[in-house]
């Protein structure tokens, strides 16, 4: 079983950063790939960015291309979305997510067997 916590949220400025964390269980964490997902009020659980346990075989969604960066960490196993240049649309509930199995596609949720309990992120214009 694989415990995901999620930290780092907050309220910020348009234009301001903050990075967000998950923390995985120590025992599993080199064997899932990570991702981060957002749901904004009212809309659906969106793809925001994905690596491998190594950092490695990132992918972002095309709206925080540039802007976002995923990495992770895995003495403290925990990975990590640095997001800069924040805008008003970036506000949402952010989760954490990671799964145990290999699938063509890396954005959709249903693939993700494992999620936290997510992070609000809001960004005032």
């Known amino acids: 079983q694989v415990q995901l916590v999620e930290s780092g949220g907050g309220l910020v400025q348009a234009g301001g950063s903050l990075r967000l964390s998950c923390a995985a269980s120590?025992?599993?964490?080199?064997?899932?790939?990570m991702s981060w997902f957002r749901q904004a009020p009212g809309k659906e659980r969106e793809f925001v960015a994905t690596?491998?346990?190594?950092?490695?075989?990132?992918n972002y969604a095309d709206s925080v291309k540039g802007r976002f960066t995923i990495s992770t960490d895995n003495n403290k196993n925990t990975v990590y979305l640095q997001m800069n240049s924040l805008k008003p649309e970036d506000t949402a509930v952010y989760y954490c997510?990671?799964?145990?199995?290999?699938?063509?596609?890396?954005?959709?949720?249903?693939?993700?067997?494992?999620w936290g309990q997510g992070t609000q992120v809001t960004v005032s214009s």
């Open positions: 120590a025992r599993t964490f080199s064997s899932y790939r």
């Open positions: 997510a990671s799964r145990t199995r290999m699938y063509s596609s890396v954005s959709d949720p249903a693939t993700y067997n494992y």
């Open positions: 690596c491998n346990w190594s950092g490695g075989s990132t």
